[in-house]
Nanobody, 115 residues
Framework: QVHLVESGGGSVDVGESLTLSCVMS????????FGWSRQPPGRPRDHIAY???????MYDDSVKGRFTIYRDNIKNMLYLRMNNLKPSDTAGYFC?????????WGQGTQVTVSS
């Protein structure tokens, strides 16, 4: 079991930045891949950023060059730095941990970007 709790969401203007945080606890040593997904209003959830246990990163094209996923192994924290935010980034954001075969998700934090 891995328990995750997100924070750091809020309401910002176009072009501003936010950093989302995710506190992780439990069986973190068995996690193969960490990630962030988001769910815009009325739309399905999309996976937008991944970080493997050997520190490889992958990004969806919609956030590539603007978002950065990283973690602090000492503090058991996962982060998502979001720059140059757009109205299309408005969504609930969720951090996840994949232990194969099971993936755990947090409850989410809301980000709203106003033009």
């Amino acid at each position: 079991q891995v328990h995750l709790v997100e924070s750091g969401g809020g309401s910002v203007d176009v072009g501003e930045s936010l950093t989302l945080s995710c506190v992780m606890s439990g069986d973190i040593g068995n996690v193969d891949t960490f990630g962030w997904s988001r769910q815009p209003p009325g739309r399905p959830r999309d996976h937008i950023a991944y970080l493997t246990k050997d520190d490889r990163t992958m990004y969806d094209d919609s956030v590539k060059g603007r978002f950065t996923i990283y973690r602090d192994n000492i503090k058991n924290m996962l982060y998502l730095r979001m720059n140059n935010l757009k109205p299309s980034d408005t969504a609930g954001y969720f951090c996840g941990a994949d232990t194969k075969p099971q993936t755990f998700w947090g409850q989410g934090t809301q980000v709203t970007v106003s033009s």
